[in-house]
């Protein structure tokens, strides 16, 4: 629905009130990442904590969702229990296209509910249900209730929480249409902490068209780009899994806790190794004809005399490294059986991967034992790793209970603070460099997709500070144009800012094409000002001592040229985010 | 005549790349419930999906419940439709056996017309154009 303005609901689960807000700003803000920004700033509290219930939980899409390919994906926004301070994740599945067709830009969810909750949103709905009756319930069986008691098969996504988000660990995770995530940051837990066990948008509706051909001719032409093309082949084909094999070559792939960067064993757990052994089909988020939704099998014999069940686990590359290669587990369907665990807990698996090798590493080294641990957590023994990831999600014991708060938390009082593979959060898969360290460490959510510094690193062992810097600004901003939008980050090859004109030209948005440079320097302020204002500190962040420690193609890690980045980078997010507001 | 069929649903992704395009081509409006082809899962995404579309009846319970002509017999199989002749009574919807015919909030019907343009946007070739059996001068049915 082509609008100047933003729909949005914003339900309040403490009053059980609705409103339809329509709020201003489409040419300033744009819409997904911009439009959380501006909704957080209207709803959301600089002073007061992640868990005060009137905190906002923002779900935004963006002006081309769902008109264009691969403009399939959420934004949701939220004060992250993680680090109490403002956090973007990203998530497709059918929750994007289920926004747009119950015709809204945004749902806003403040307060908190009195018993647990499940919330149904459309295009002429608006209902909670109490479901106390579904308190434990894992992230898979609550979605299968979910579709009994909503309607809307085919047209709807649900997004629900596992017992971790309602055991409140600062790294649960939202599950979205039983294969896609808001992964890290802990959305999870922002639901949890409201009593929202679930979420259900039925995508009811549909819209006319600009007349004449210009929309049809241009989508045909985009879709062939993204289905015919080699640079979106890989996604289709192997999946991100494909990156373990190249990352390993390059001593790159993080290994048993970071203790390694290759190892010879990593074949086994490859991509192709995931795809020759595992693979049963492919699934996609809906508006994306790429699919790089990977489904690995796993059958697994439960009891004596011939009983099997099989398993159904999406896999990919963050699930591999975190699962598999830091856990030193070497085997494709047992690296499924953990993530199926894990999936089930509703924890962010990365996050709960590279907890478990902290945990393994310091119950080796004595700093713990296993009166914390439970399990005597052992490197590839996967059984133990499941016990273990289900302690997490519970949590079981005083030490679960604070490593289901961050591994760095848990170093801090326990010891081993060196080893946390911690870069603002548990790291991503990439032991690539100087750059990479120090983006995933200082950048806006901690993730490998605030900019390309894994892929900086790979290309670049030139030590040129000015130079990272430069790519990271620039390449992190356009990125924000496409989260704008709402594009899945793999069409950011396609994507490019004359397609972005074109696609929005074609559909009436033209008018906004001057200024989306301009609108990708304005989110980028606003949320770097967001997060500064609730207390966070790039000068004072810390790269632990592990990523000294390493070496890659490029020979061991240079620890002045990342010092001397890290600096320059904290100075310019400070710089950004002390920018004065605009005049209106 | 031919008629669009689901072949090879076993290879779905479930990228509504379908109910797009003929929503977008034929119907002109962006949805992916307004549509001849409607996807689905067959209980939860785990168990793979299922293609709600006209299976192209001869008789058309749908043509023989429409109470103006709006939907009409295809010679072979399925139905002419022609919107301006649709009252929006709703009846077409309520005889369909298969549940193919979807009805917007206006009680407008959306129904596949075996037109076939949406087979090029499915990434897997699940869909395909097949040849109907001819009906024979016997029997009634307008031509296509």
Redesign the interface.
Known sequence: MIRDFFRVMVVNLTTGRTNIENIPGRDEFLGGSGLAARLFEIYGFIDRDWDDPEQPLIFTIGPLTGYFPLMSKTCCAFRSPYHNQYTESYAGGKSALSLRFADLDALVVIGRAERLTALCVGSRRVETRDVEYLRGFDALQTGRVLRKIFPGSGRRSIMRIGPAGENLSAYACINVDTFRHFGRMGGGTAMGVKNLKAICILGDRGFPLPEGKAYPKLYKHIYEQLTTTEMMAKYHGLGTAVNINPLNALQSLPWKNLQQTSSPDAVKISGETFADDTLLRNAACAGCPVGCIHVGFVREQFQTNNQYLYRQVGYDYEPIFSCGGMLEVTDASEVLRILDVIEKEGLDCMSAGVALAWATEALEKGVITEKETLEPLKWGDSETYMRAAEHLGRPDNDFYRLLAQGTMKCAREYGGEDFACVLGQEMAGYATGEVFFVAEGLGFRHSHLDAGGYAYDQKHDEKDVDKALGFLLKDGRERIVLNCMVGCMFSRGVYKEDLLAEALASIGYGELNGSLDDIGKRVQRMRWRLRLQMGYRPDEAKIPKRYTEITTWKGPVDVDYMEALRRAYAARILEMGAAPEEES | MKALRAARME?C?????CS?AC???VH???????AGI????S????T?FEA?ICLACRPAPCAAACPTGSLSQRRDGGVIQKKDLCIRCGQCAEACPVDAIFL??QVNPYVCIHCGQCVA????DCLEMVELPRASAKEEGNDD
């Open positions: 290879r992704i479930g990228c509504h790349s797009l929503a977008r081509q002109k409006v962006l949805s992916w419930n307004k409607r996807i689905s899962s209980g939860g995404l785990t793979g709600r917007d909030h946007y499915c990434p897997h």
